[in-house]
């Protein structure tokens, strides 16, 4: 990643609940990064297929996990729309594990935008260890989608989630 940076922020566990933080500055206006985590058309290029996106508060959202293109058995979660703000801030709450997922945009200048992403859900250290990887990974596939390169879901392996979850385990 040049121009942009991928920084976990802090990762606090309370008990059972989790809450996963990440600060991502992006060579990208507002509106096209708004496009890529807010809309059926842009997700399935770094995160998931939405099946159903109703774009409101309130509104219904079924996401498809799309990595190792396990057609036969894929991950599905389903859920609401708990925040909406266009252009500013795209909230999903959603089960049965992501739990709720907050994407808030603020423009860095004409063609930087900085996301700050929240994570919060129910689970032990090990679930941690293991979300921490997958989005990082993920926002590893934003910043590619971002620049016109979709990932292969087909060819998608568990290697590079493993290696970025073992340096979040080494702390």
Request: charged share 25%.
């Amino acid at each position: 990643m040049t121009d942009s940076t991928v920084r976990p922020g802090a990762s606090r566990p309370w008990g059972q609940n989790q809450t996963l933080q990440f600060l991502l500055t992006l060579p990208r206006p507002v509106d096209r990064v708004w496009q890529a985590v807010a809309t059926p058309e842009g997700l399935p290029g770094w995160l998931a297929a939405a099946e159903v996106l109703e774009p409101r508060l309130g509104g219904a959202v079924t996401l498809r996990l799309l990595a190792g293109g396990r057609d036969e058995d894929p991950t599905v979660v389903t859920g609401r729309v708990t925040a909406w703000d266009v252009g500013r801030v795209a909230e999903y709450t959603v089960a049965p594990y992501h739990g709720r997922i907050r994407f808030h945009l603020e423009p860095d200048g004409a063609d930087r935008t900085t996301l700050r992403f929240t994570n919060e859900f129910e689970g032990d250290a090990a679930m941690r260890l293991d979300s921490l990887a997958g989005w990082h990974q993920h926002f590893e596939y934003l910043h590619d989608a971002l620049d016109g390169r979709a990932p292969d879901w087909s060819t998608w392996t568990l290697d590079r989630w493993r290696e970025l979850r073992e340096e979040y385990a080494a702390g």
